[in-house]
C-alpha cells in the first residue's frame, strides 16, 4: 500500500516529467545515433564503409569520455542542471543533421551526442542512487 502511495505521489511531480523526458531524449538520441551512424554517415556525409566503420569504433572513446565529464560536471553543476546542458546540447544536434553535407561535421555530431549519452547514462545513475 505504502508503495502504490509513493508511486502516485511521484507521478504528481513536475520534476518526475522532467527527468522521464531528459531519460526519453537521452535513450532515444543515443540509442538511434548509435545504431544508423555507419549508415547515415554515408548518406548524408559521403563516408566510405571503411571511414563510417572507424567513426562508428571512435564512438565507444567518446561514449566514455562522456561519462566522466558529465559526471564530474554533475558534482560541480549539480544533476539536475548538468541534465538540462546535455539534453539541450543533444536536441541541438540532432536538429542539426538536416544540415550536415561533411564528414568533418559529421563525425563532430555523432561524438557530441555519444558524449552526452554517455554523460545520461553516468548522471542519471548518479540521481537513481540518492
Do not use: H
Not at 4 to 26: D, N, P
Not at 50 to 66: K, P, R, S, W
Not at 116 to 129: E, H, I, T, Y
Amino acid at each position: 500500500m505504502t508503495e502504490t502511495i509513493c508511486q502516485s505521489e511521484m507521478v504528481s511531480t513536475l520534476a518526475f516529467y522532467k527527468i522521464w523526458i531528459s531519460f526519453m531524449v537521452g535513450t532515444a538520441s543515443g540509442l538511434m545515433m548509435i545504431g544508423i551512424a555507419s549508415p547515415v554517415g554515408q548518406e548524408i556525409a559521403g563516408l566510405t564503409v571503411t571511414e563510417a566503420a572507424a567513426i562508428v569504433g571512435m564512438l565507444g572513446l567518446f561514449n566514455g569520455g562522456g561519462r566522466i565529464f558529465w559526471g564530474a560536471a554533475s558534482d560541480k553543476l549539480g544533476r539536475t542542471r548538468t541534465i538540462a546542458i546535455y539534453s539541450l546540447i543533444t536536441a541541438v544536434v540532432m536538429l542539426t543533421f538536416s544540415f550536415i553535407n561533411s564528414s568533418i561535421t559529421f563525425a563532430i555530431a555523432l561524438f557530441t551526442i555519444a558524449a552526452c549519452f554517455g554523460g545520461f547514462m553516468a548522471v542519471l545513475w548518479q540521481f537513481s542512487r540518492l
